[in-house]
């Protein structure tokens, strides 16, 4: 079982930067794929990020592209999420999540991620 737990969370206003961290309670935290993932009020669960096992590997939503940058430090066991430009519409519960089935490859969805953080809430004001 691994436990994963964000922080970084905040208000900001928009063109702002917030940067999220989440760390993982696992000896084997470079055998995963990291990923973050967001929801916001009355809409599903939405890909944003996610790097391989050496984090040579990444993707990004598109929505996403060029402001934010994920990265991770295995000798510390967290996955972080660099938030440049904030806008708006990127105001949502944000969620850590690890996958260890597929350590090499940057999977963007959902259903391939077998532990999940509790969320942390970003608000961007206009």
């Known amino acids: 079982q691994v436990q994963l737990v964000e922080s970084g969370g905040g208000l900001v206003q928009a063109g702002g930067s917030l940067r999220l961290s989440c760390a993982a309670s696992?000896?084997?935290?470079?055998?995963?794929?990291m990923g973050w993932f967001r929801q916001a009020p009355g809409k599903e669960r939405e890909f944003v990020a996610a790097l391989n096992w050496s984090g040579g590997n990444t993707r990004y939503a598109d929505s996403v592209k060029g402001r934010f940058t994920i990265s991770r430090d295995n000798a510390k066991n967290t996955v972080s999420l660099q938030m440049n430009s904030l806008k708006p519409e990127d105001t949502a519960v944000y969620y850590c999540?690890?996958?260890?089935?597929?350590?090499?490859?940057?999977?963007?969805?959902?259903?391939?991620?077998?532990?999940w953080g509790q969320g942390t809430q970003v608000t961007v004001s206009s």
């Open positions: 696992t000896r084997t935290f470079s055998s995963y794929t």
């Open positions: 999540a690890a996958n260890r089935r597929t350590p090499v490859a940057a999977i963007p969805s959902a259903a391939w991620y077998d532990y």
